[in-house]
């Protein structure tokens, strides 16, 4: 299993610029993650979706969108960048059916505004 | 809203040494993950803690949980160089929807 796959890894953007970052994971999980970490902030919840065609808000949702029309794959969508946007993106995944589901993580992907 | 504090946020030990990291949070939840984080690297799930008391260890680094206290601590024995990390406690907010709240993380250096 490749687990939690990001790309890209790394990408620069233009403020007012669009991008989709992509995730995807292999095990079969239900429930999928958006985070976003700055430096000495923690991880903070972007959207999360607790399967294909369900998605709802965590704590930083505005500047982003969400869809999830397989249980495989959860794209992120920054529309028009702001550099308050710079940050590191990570994706996560889980069982969710029972208790006790650890969050596996992705790689991330490190985005800046300029 | 659910808060999780961490302390401290920045450590600095010698090897060989012990010292304990400490996770607070602010509502009734039976459910706390620890998280490892290298420097550019991705997050390590290190333990679950489910229930009150549960106790988790792995090597040099011994969980624990008191949900009565809101308190769940992370204990170093005799610290090496490879722990060097930042270290995260998560709690869950409790429901179904499993969201994570984060503390800052605390980052611990052990020098040699």
């Known amino acids: 299993n490749a687990g939690v796959t990001q790309t890209p890894k790394f990408r620069i953007l233009k403020i007012g610029q669009s991008m989709t970052l992509q995730c995807a994971q292999d095990m079969n999980h239900n429930y999928m993650y958006w985070y976003r970490q700055d430096p000495g902030m923690g991880l903070k919840l972007i959207y999360y979706s607790v399967g294909a065609g369900i998605t709802d808000k965590g704590e930083v949702p505005n500047g982003y969108n969400v869809s999830r029309s397989t249980t495989e794959d959860f794209p992120l969508r920054l529309e028009l960048a702001a550099p308050s946007q710079t940050s590191v993106y990570f994706c996560?995944?889980?069982?969710?059916?029972?208790?006790?589901?650890?969050?596996?993580f992705g790689p991330g992907t490190r985005l800046t505004v300029t | 809203e659910l808060k999780v504090e961490q302390n401290p946020l920045f450590l600095s030990m010698q090897e060989g040494k012990n010292y304990t990291i400490y996770c607070n949070y602010s509502t009734t939840s039976d459910r706390l993950y620890w998280y490892r984080q290298d420097p550019g690297k991705s997050l390590e799930s290190l333990f679950v803690?489910?229930?009150?008391?549960a106790v988790k260890q792995e090597g040099r680094l011994m969980a624990s949980l008191d949900t009565k206290a809101r308190l769940s601590t992370l204990h170093i024995t005799a610290a090496v160089h490879d722990l060097s990390a930042t270290y995260f406690c998560a709690v869950d907010g409790g429901g179904s929807n499993y969201k994570l709240t984060f503390g800052k993380g605390t980052l611990l250096t052990v020098n040699p």
């Open positions: 803690l489910l229930s009150n008391g």
């Open positions: 996560a995944s889980s069982y969710s059916t029972g208790r006790g589901d650890e969050q596996y």
